[in-house]
C-alpha cells in the first residue's frame, strides 16, 4: 500500500534562517507531487506542484523553493525564513487527476 | 485562482442533525473531491464524483453535482461530534482548495 511520509513535524525557527522540508512516498511510482501552505484557520494554498523528477511549477513567487531530486521526494526549501513564512505545510500525492493524499503536516513557527 | 469555494464558512449543529455545505468552481471539470481535516492534520479524501454522474452515497455521506451552475454539495446525515473537523473541495483539473467550511456538531 501506498505511503506519505512527512517531516519534521513541528519545527521553530529564527527569522533569516534556512529549512528544509522533506516528503518521501512510498508504494507508487511517478506520483504527482504538491507543498501546501496552511495559516491558521485559512483554508490551504497550493505553493509547488512536480508532475516528474526536476519537474517544478510554482504557484506563488516567495522566498521558499521546491526541488524533486528523486521520483518520490519532494524538499520544500528556504535560504532566509520570513515571519510570514510560518504557518502549516502539507505535502501530498496523486495518481494522475485522482484523488490526494496527504502527509500529517509540517508546523512551522518563524521567531 | 482558486477553483474550489467552499460555503457557508462556518456551520454549527447539533448532534443527530444534517450538515449541508457547498462548494462552486468555475471552469469545466472531469471530477470533483470532497476532503475533510482535522484540526492539525493532513486532509482525507472522502468522496470523489465524476462530471457525468450527479449524485453519490458513501455511508452517511450524500454528494451531489450539477455541472450547469458549477456547483456541488455534501450533505452529512446523523451528524456525530466526531464530524467536527474542516471539510474541503478541490476539482481535478485544478488540485487548489478554497477556505473550507468549519463544521462543529455540538453533542
Known amino acids: 500500500s501506498q505511503t506519505i511520509h512527512q517531516w519534521p513535524a513541528t519545527l521553530v525557527q529564527p527569522v533569516g534562517s534556512p529549512l528544509s522540508l522533506e516528503c518521501t512516498v512510498e508504494?507508487?511510482?511517478?506520483?504527482?507531487l504538491y507543498w501546501y501552505r496552511q495559516a491558521a484557520g485559512r483554508g490551504l494554498q497550493l505553493l509547488f506542484y512536480s508532475v516528474g523528477i526536476g519537474q517544478i511549477s510554482s504557484e506563488v513567487p516567495q522566498n521558499l523553493s521546491a526541488s524533486r531530486p528523486q521520483d518520490r521526494q519532494f524538499i520544500l526549501s528556504s535560504k532566509k525564513l520570513l515571519l510570514s513564512d510560518s504557518g502549516f505545510y502539507l505535502c501530498?500525492?496523486?495518481?494522475?487527476?485522482?484523488?490526494?493524499?496527504f502527509g500529517e503536516g509540517s508546523r512551522l513557527t518563524v521567531l | 485562482s482558486q477553483q474550489g469555494e467552499e460555503d457557508p464558512q462556518a456551520l454549527s449543529i447539533q448532534e443527530g442533525e444534517n450538515a449541508t455545505m457547498n462548494c462552486s468552481y468555475k471552469t469545466s471539470i472531469n471530477n470533483l473531491q470532497w476532503y475533510r481535516q482535522n484540526s492539525g492534520r493532513g486532509l482525507v479524501h472522502l468522496i470523489l464524483i465524476r462530471s457525468n454522474e450527479r449524485e453519490k452515497h458513501s455511508g452517511r455521506l450524500r454528494v451531489t453535482l450539477d455541472t450547469s451552475k458549477k456547483s456541488s454539495s455534501l450533505l452529512i446525515t446523523a451528524s456525530r461530534a466526531a464530524d467536527t473537523a474542516s471539510y474541503f473541495c478541490?476539482?481535478?483539473?485544478?488540485?487548489?482548495f478554497g477556505a473550507g467550511t468549519r463544521l462543529t456538531v455540538k453533542p
Open positions: 501530498a500525492w496523486s495518481a494522475g487527476a485522482g484523488e490526494l493524499f
Open positions: 478541490a476539482t481535478n483539473n485544478d488540485m487548489r
Open positions: 508504494g507508487t511510482s511517478n506520483p504527482n
